[in-house]
């Protein structure tokens, strides 16, 4: 058996998990791992949400798969697009890990801490209205790369703290370094965080890979993430938009909470909805419609009209620092 894995850090702690989990029950397997960069890893200059979003980290991963050199891949769901390509399934969903955001900071021990001015690091579009709209005395900056290249810049002082999902710091063995994790109050986490899934592709020669992998899948945490993943396709399923989706299950009860905001935070709203836990998909069917009735497609389109702005920008400063003969910044 064949995982295909990105090549940072977090993605092969990921595929590893899942090679000891797939060794313990089939002893008699082999388990391997191969590494492959993708266009997300190697564009870390530009916010993801510009360069074309989800789809980027995983596009090279199913290329191996269609050409029978992987048999699965395990991704951060979050990452996943809402819908899989032609020839490819989801085959299991994984325990859900903490889904909150997490505060790092090497000075300050919470958001309340922070001095006006001070420069918030995240390139998630739904942290930065989040932390907008809370704290408007606060600077948000981008900051992309992987979990120890963030980590990197805050240590040297670039930012007075940064927002990271704590899921992947407990990963790898980071959980210290977390001074606060923010309540789903504080900043509502993005649909799937903290969770795992594992992708495979349709296969005719007859190995069950869904009946394998079964015992890896877990029933809880794939209803909230149907239930959270529903909201975001109803809107478009992009990460060019600041939307927050997060779902929780007491009993047989599920409770989800959405909300969509403007990236500057000054326009938000909010629903959320209890129902059946069986009923994840109609719960997120919903509180999609909740958001709609408070205009969330006006909220989207003028993020989606600042994205393209943004992007005439990044061109134009491209465009003039390739006339002047060195490379745009
Ligand atoms: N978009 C990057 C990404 N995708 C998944 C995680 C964290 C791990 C997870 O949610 O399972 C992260 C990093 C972050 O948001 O800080």
Redesign the pocket.
């Known amino acids: 058996m064949v995982i295909a894995s990105r090549e940072s850090r977090?993605a092969m702690w990921q595929a590893e998990h899942v090679r000891d989990r797939l060794t313990l029950l089939y002893p008699q397997c082999d388990v391997k791992i191969v590494g492959m960069t993708t266009r997300g890893d190697q564009i870390l200059d530009r916010t993801?949400s510009k360069v074309g979003g989800k789809g980027l980290f995983v596009k090279e991963l199913e290329v191996a798969m269609a050409e029978g050199r992987a048999d699965l891949a395990v991704h951060?769901?979050?990452?996943m697009p809402m819908e899989l390509p032609e020839g490819f399934a989801m085959a299991a969903v994984m325990e859900r890990?903490d889904?909150r955001?997490a505060f790092v900071s090497n000075d300050y021990a919470s958001l309340d801490e922070l001095p006006d001015g001070a420069v918030v690091g995240t390139s998630?579009l739904r942290r930065q209205a989040l932390i907008a709209a809370r704290y408007p005395q606060l600077v948000i900056k981008p900051l992309r790369g992987n979990?120890d290249t963030?980590l990197a810049k805050l240590d040297r002082g670039e930012y007075a703290a940064i927002?990271?999902?704590a899921?992947?710091?407990k990963?790898l063995g980071l959980a210290a370094r977390i001074r606060a994790l923010l309540s789903p109050e504080t900043s509502l986490p993005?649909p799937?965080?903290?969770?795992?899934a594992i992708e495979i592709p349709e296969r005719d020669d007859g190995l069950d890979l869904v009946a394998l992998l079964a015992p890896l899948h877990h029933g809880h945490s794939a209803l909230v993430s149907i239930a959270e993943r529903k909201v975001s396709q109803v809107f478009g399923g992009s990460?060019q938009i600041p939307l927050a989706s997060y779902a929780t299950i007491d009993g047989d009860q599920m409770h989800l909470r959405a909300m969509v905001a403007t990236p500057d935070g000054k326009r938000m709203i909010s629903a959320e909805a209890h129902g059946p836990a069986a009923e994840a998909e109609a719960l997120g069917l919903q509180v999609a419609e909740q958001l709609r009735v408070q205009d969330a497609e006006g909220i989207l389109a003028a993020c989606l009209s600042e994205a393209a702005q943004a992007d005439d920008d990044a061109r134009s400063a491209e465009l003039a620092a390739s006339a002047a003969g060195k490379p745009a910044a």
């Open positions: 977090l993801l951060c769901l979050k990452d890990e889904a955001d998630s979990l963030r927002i990271l999902a899921a992947g710091l990963r993005a799937g965080q903290g969770t795992l990460c």
